[in-house]
């Protein structure tokens, strides 16, 4: 009988670890999943790896779609050389009136800073692009990358600092970025054709892999129904303060535009450390886009 016993005991425990095992995830698990080579997205412990070589780049998308919510990314971006190289973190919907907020940020050769490159694309259209160089080395320690998207305005911030803002004005005719749903993604490729000093500086395959670091990527948003009726989920994430989810913060009167303070903290950044602006690019647009002017 007690042989019998601690057979039976020990399957129970190895059933237990084999289980534990193989159900056993990472903390990223409940809210995104490696979607594209998926050899490449690399989970070392608490983190999680994107690496590029000259066999190919790697990326991860949500497991849902969001309807406004706030998304970060905690990232250490590739060290040393990072030349040609493209680490991206954005959120986009799909199909050809898609919009998009993006994060790009472009390597550069060691030492040389990198370029946080943000793009919003509305009903299909992007072209926006500004460029900054950023207050601290993003190599040598992990930065959060937040996107806040609400009815009334997508903010970029880079560890809650404003750098770029978005704001609804389509009381003046200009299209804002609405009712489609919005998956969230990020990659890193290799762009050596444009991304670095304008293409010149091609990447060197002798320093790869390159790796990207993720340490969280967090979000908080309203999750769209999948299968449900399409005008009730908008109706739902657009006008609820409240919802399975919980209360829809990201949407509360205060998220509706910056604070005194993260006003003065966009003009600290935009001053400082603004290297592109396509509001100011006369020769790309001698007629200023509309969005510009608001
Ligand atoms: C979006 O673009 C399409 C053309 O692709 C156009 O027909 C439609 O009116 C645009 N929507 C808005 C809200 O401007
Ligand atoms: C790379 O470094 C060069 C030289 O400092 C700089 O001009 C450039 O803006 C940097 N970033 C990119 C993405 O080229
Ligand atoms: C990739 O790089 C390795 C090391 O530099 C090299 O041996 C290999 O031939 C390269 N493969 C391709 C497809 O370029």
Not at 109 to 126: F, H, K, R, S, W
Not at 203 to 221: K, L, N
Request: net charge negative.
């Amino acid at each position: 009988m007690a042989d019998v016993t601690g057979v039976f005991l020990l399957g129970v425990v190895l059933f237990v670890a084999c289980t534990v095992t193989a159900v056993r995830g990472t903390k990223f698990d409940g809210v995104i999943q490696a979607s594209w080579a998926l050899d490449h997205v690399v989970y070392d412990g608490e983190l999680l790896k994107l690496k590029l070589d000259n066999f190919s780049g790697c990326g991860f998308a949500s497991k849902n779609k969001y309807l406004y919510g706030k998304v970060t990314a905690e990232i250490k971006l590739v060290e040393g050389d990072s030349a040609g190289t493209v680490t991206a973190f954005y959120m986009s919907s799909d199909g050809v009136n898609h919009n998009e907020f993006d994060f790009e940020f472009l390597g550069n050769t060691t030492g040389e800073p990198y370029l946080v490159q943000t793009n919003i694309y509305v009903n299909g259209t992007g072209n926006r692009e500004q460029r900054m160089d950023l207050w601290f080395d993003p190599t040598t320690d992990f930065h959060a990358y937040s996107i806040l998207w609400n009815p009334r305005q997508v903010v970029f911030l880079v560890d809650d600092t404003p750098i770029r803002v978005y704001g609804n004005h389509e009381e003046s005719g200009i299209v804002f970025p609405r009712d489609q749903p919005m998956g969230v993604y990020s990659s890193i490729w290799n762009a050596d054709d444009w991304a670095t000093q304008g293409g010149r500086v091609k990447t060197d395959w002798s320093h790869a892999p390159f790796v990207s670091t993720y340490r969280e990527v967090q979000i908080d948003g309203c999750e769209w129904g999948v299968g449900m009726e399409w005008t009730a989920e908008v109706k739902r994430c657009s006008e609820s303060q409240w919802g399975k989810e919980g209360r829809y913060w990201w949407k509360e009167k205060e998220m509706e535009a910056l604070s005194v303070h993260q006003s003065h903290q966009l003009k600290w950044a935009r001053a400082k450390h603004l290297v592109y602006d396509y509001c100011s690019d006369t020769a790309r647009f001698p007629v200023p886009p509309a969005d510009c002017k608001a």
